[in-house]
């Protein structure tokens, strides 16, 4: 069983930068695959980065370039540092883990949640 907890949210103004961090329980972190997903009101949840246990990135197309997501094995913690946040990307914001490399994610935070004002 995996435990996540996100941090980092708040309100920041357009342009600005947020870092958001995913503590997980557990010995086996670095075994997993992570993600974090965003959900903004009225919207379908969507994957804006992951990041596998080798340490492969990708990212959705909307924050490629602007987010960096990163993990540190040694504190069992993954971050997602967004610069130049815009108001679109305001939304709930949480991580997920897996154990796999393929099939749907196990473990989910409870969301913390990102606001940008223009």
């Known amino acids: 069983q995996v435990q996540l907890v996100e941090s980092g949210g708040g309100l920041v103004q357009a342009g600005g930068s947020l870092r958001l961090s995913c503590a997980a329980s557990?010995?086996?972190?670095?075994?997993?695959?992570m993600a974090w997903f965003r959900q903004a009101p009225g919207k379908q949840r969507e994957l804006v980065a992951a990041?596998?246990?080798?340490?492969?990135?990708n990212y959705a197309d909307s924050v490629k370039g602007r987010f960096t997501i990163s993990r540190d094995n040694a504190r069992n913690t993954m971050y997602l540092q967004m610069n130049n946040l815009q108001p679109d990307d305001t939304a709930v914001y949480s991580c997920?883990?897996?154990?796999?490399?393929?099939?749907?994610?196990?473990?989910w935070g409870q969301g913390t949640q990102v606001t940008v004002s223009s």
């Open positions: 997920a883990a897996k154990s796999r490399l393929v099939g749907p994610y196990d473990y």
């Open positions: 557990g010995r086996t972190f670095s075994t997993y695959a």
């Open positions: 990041i596998t246990s080798g340490g492969s990135t």
